[in-house]
C-alpha cells in the first residue's frame, strides 16, 4: 500500500496541528497504521498506532494525553491530531502501515510514506 503524510507545518509551542495519512488502494482500510517521528540526530521513535478498524489504540508515553490517533476508512486517511505541543515535539512524523494488527516497533512495518516536517517554537 502506499502512503503519503502531511499536515506538517510549524508552530508556536501549546499550539496544535494535524497530520493526515493517506493511503491508495482500496485494501488500505484492512491495515493497521502507525505514526513514527525522527528528530535531528535522533532515531526514528514510535508515536502512535491504531489497528484497521481503530479497535485497538496505542500511543507512546509522550503522546497520550496530547496526541489522538484516529482513521476514516471511507477516506482512506488516518489522523494524527497533536495538541499541547513542545518544542521537543520537533520532528520528522511519518506514518507506516501493515496488515491489520498494529505494532509499537517499526521493523513490523511493510510500507511507509514520506515523513512530514513539524517545528515547533517556543
Known amino acids: 500500500v502506499q502512503l503519503q503524510a502531511s499536515g506538517g507545518g510549524s508552530v508556536q509551542a501549546g499550539g496544535s496541528l494535524r497530520l493526515s495519512c493517506i493511503g491508495a488502494?482500496?485494501?488500505?482500510?484492512?491495515?493497521?497504521v502507525g505514526w513514527f517521528r525522527q528528530a535531528p540526530g535522533k532515531e526514528r521513535e514510535f508515536v502512535a498506532c491504531?489497528?484497521?478498524?481503530?479497535?485497538?489504540?496505542s500511543y507512546s508515553d509522550f503522546a497520550k494525553g496530547r496526541f489522538t490517533v484516529s482513521r476514516d476508512n471511507a477516506q482512506n486517511t488516518v489522523y494524527l491530531q497533536m495538541s499541547s505541543l513542545k518544542p521537543e515535539d520537533t520532528a520528522v512524523y511519518y506514518c507506516?502501515?501493515?496488515?491489520?494488527?498494529?505494532?509499537?516497533?517499526?521493523?513490523?512495518?511493510?510500507?511507509w510514506g514520506e515523513g512530514t516536517q513539524v517545528t515547533v517554537s517556543s
Open positions: 491504531l489497528s484497521w478498524n481503530g479497535g485497538m489504540i
Open positions: 507506516a502501515a501493515r496488515w491489520m494488527v498494529p505494532k509499537n516497533e517499526a521493523s513490523e512495518y511493510t510500507s
Open positions: 488502494g482500496r485494501s488500505f482500510k484492512n491495515f493497521a
